[in-house]
């Protein structure tokens, strides 16, 4: 089918608020490693889909995929090998005492069940969560999430959630240069939690992804989960460390990215990268929040845990582990960060380079102090971007920070392209004054 | 692994909210047509997945998947064949105006987006549903499921739902004998409806599963589903039919089981079946709710409509035309039903026999009169038929149901069997009195 054709076709059958990629969309028929390419074969350098993972197609997890599709996928009512050898592997990447592992079918399910364990172990009904938070697709999961409820078509904030300043110590109040940051962010959910106390609620779980994503690819200052996560605890709650986005090594140093700041959440949640673009999801947790949510009613997911998900899911797994993708995705992730920073020396549109391994961010302003968000100018960036065969998009609450987060297999060279070319497209991007 | 070692397993990584079926559990490990087989290579007849729809491991759909995993799996942000080619083929076997599909990864999800999709086009929030429904394990389905929410470890009824009884025609206040009780089970939803605004309320959806599962496997009597719509219109409310369980051909004389009450519903969710045990689901709407919901907010799925859910929903779908598995249900399905009513005439705890195609009930009761339920017999019933080779579940809201819905391909032979070896079990199961 033509693009033309297949456009129309989308206008009949899909709905509308289901968007594309590009002013000027791709037909994209194959991917491998690091690249996608379209119909005629041109490759696109893919620095965005944190999805496929360990690479598109990669043909370990391909061959593992196809071999247990040939041969079963069923529910967890049977005994099968595939998903306890699953749960003690994923577990034990994990610190203690998390332990115990639920199996669902994408990141907005595995949410929705740590919001439902949270609220089952605490007898609490409550959530603070980060301003701009995205945890998922659900009718729970968008109460839970600034970044659907305060913006076009949203509802506001639901009474049952509380919303704590993202700690961006770049754009928001509490900046680098305090060295107290990281306790005012903090003290900031302390005061969520007891304003909620005094207005007769009570609070089951904090939930924040470990580099909040939707904010800006936001790099937690260090010690802000420590001292987080100590006055949810004080307040009776649980911590919920949404890992969808940012976990299975992408920071490099660790396996997770809250391990990077100290702590040792009570729920974590996986998605995205989980199954490298196979439709899975998981909840981890401790045995006694695990036993408190066995309360009688049963928790069934008719796919999850199915010994297809599980046998790519270990698959993943491998990979990450056999290749060295962790301290792959630190090296070049640092580099990468490194020469993304130099190119601030020549283009006073880059305000702030961020990330951990290879999560990160790429902030533009019109002016570095008054941080006027260069919007435009970021969605020009892409675009441009776009036609010289590189995939990037934007986030955060502006649109104007350019997002990164590539397979892992992503290399030095390809970061050195992705610099080159955009030196070239800052020097050219059209600048607006507001 | 033994079975010893999996289970013990079991207990460290998973939840124990995680149930195994029977009491002496299976380790399966291959799946082919209307057959599982443990790993002595016993084969076991799967009268109980509804999920492997056109039967395990069915080689046109394997193909399909292993082809397109090693081509591309990616998001619906760029342009693809297979999402827009599986919606106007979806779209194709609904009639007018249901014409717009939306993609996601379980059946909880297609009614979780259904809920929001309503609450947006209507500017309501309430839901009418029926008891004992079960519409999904998110938070969110979980507040419109009486079998969850009135059962153990549930929080009751929330206020903004409103509970109509399940149309049962053979347990329920109005009979098979009246033949005024579809509509007197329609006036009970319309009672509801008016309950909740004389409360202050406003419902924005009437739920209801086209047979519903967790009930009891019950059928709906003639002219149910046209009288509660007609209610459900009048108020305002949008008509949402679930079709996770039942859809896909199932029945036999349609595609839909909303299809055979002669209506056409606002909203139709899908799940289970639809990608043959891949983790899929998608919600069927028109394009005016569609775009009432394209509100500015965007619906965003990572996985669903991938490349490789969709060529595996088109080859589901080609799989159910191509064999005539429709036809083959209907055949099938009542033939079966003669049979299992004729165990009626030999063995009095037989209640009732029910079903539509393959979506197949069987009631066991220790007084035709009293209709007490035979729910130790029943669950005897299917751990003996276990033990034979033959895999049933029984479900209900005393657990008294025998429960029937195997992959479409199940044969005359097959039924044969069942009937066959059920002949014998329900002559030697212990009775009790209560």
Redesign the interface.
């Known amino acids: ?1 033509t ?1 033309e054709e ?2 129309e ?2 206008r ?10 590009y002013r000027n ?7 491998e490693g690091q690249f ?1 390419f379209d119909e005629s074969g041109r490759p696109y350098l893919d620095c965005v ?1 944190n ?2 993972h360990v690479g ?2 990669h043909p370990r997890v ?1 061959e593992a ?2 071999r247990q ?13 595939h ?3 699953y ?2 592997r994923l ?1 034990g990447t994990m610190p203690d005492p998390l ?4 199996f669902v ?5 595995a949410n ?2 740590a ?2 364990m949270a ?2 172990a605490t007898g609490r009904r409550d959530v603070v969560v980060l301003d701009s938070a995205y945890h998922g ?4 999961m ?1 109460d839970l999430s600034p970044y ?1 409820f305060d ?4 509802a506001g904030k639901p009474e049952h959630v509380h919303v704590a300043p993202v700690p961006d110590t770049y754009r928001g109040p509490h900046r680098a240069d305090d060295p107290e940051a990281a306790g005012k962010y903090a003290d900031a959910v302390a005061g969520e939690l007891r304003r909620a106390v005094l207005g007769g609620r009570s609070v089951a779980a904090f939930f924040a992804e470990s580099i909040p994503g939707c904010a800006g690819q936001v790099v937690l200052p260090d010690g802000y989960l420590e001292a987080a996560f100590g006055h949810v605890r004080e307040a009776g709650a649980l911590c919920v460390a949404d890992e969808v986005q940012v976990g299975f090594g992408r920071v490099g140093s660790h396996w997770w990215a809250y391990e990077t700041q100290g702590v040792v959440p009570d729920i974590v949640t996986l ?2 990268p989980i199954g ?5 999801g998981a909840v981890v947790t401790t045995r006694a929040i ?2 408190a ?14 010994p ?2 599980c046998a790519i899911g270990l698959a993943v797994l491998d990979v990450i582990e056999e290749e060295g993708l962790r301290a792959h995705a630190l090296n070049v992730g640092a580099r990468f960060r490194e020469g993304l920073a130099e190119l601030g020396d020549r283009h006073d549109l880059v305000g702030d380079v961020r990330g951990l391994g290879l999560f990160i961010g790429v902030e533009l302003v019109r002016d570095r102090d008054s941080l006027e968000p260069a919007t435009e100018e970021a969605s020009d960036v892409i675009n441009q971007m776009r036609e010289r065969g590189i995939l990037l998009s934007t986030d955060g609450p502006f649109e104007n920070v350019i997002k990164i987060k590539p397979p892992l297999v992503f290399s030095h060279e390809d970061a050195g392209r992705v610099i080159g070319e955009l030196d070239v497209v800052l020097a050219g991007v059209p600048r607006r004054t507001s």
Request: aromatic share 6%.
């Open positions: 089918m693009p297949i456009l076709l989308r009949r059958h899909l709905g509308g608020s289901l968007s594309l990629s969309p791709l037909k994209i028929v194959r991917g996608l889909n999805v496929c598109h197609c391909v995929a196809q599709i040939g041969a079963l996928n069923t529910n967890t009512r049977y005994l099968h090998d998903i306890v050898e749960a003690s577990a332990e115990v592992c639920f079918c994408s990141g907005s399910e929705e069940l919001l439902r609220r089952t697709n659900t009718g729970g968008v659907k913006h076009a078509g949203g998605g995205k490298n673009g196979h439709p899975m695990a036993d949510f066995d309360n009688g009613m049963e928790y069934f997911n008719t796919f999850g845990g199915n297809v998900s």
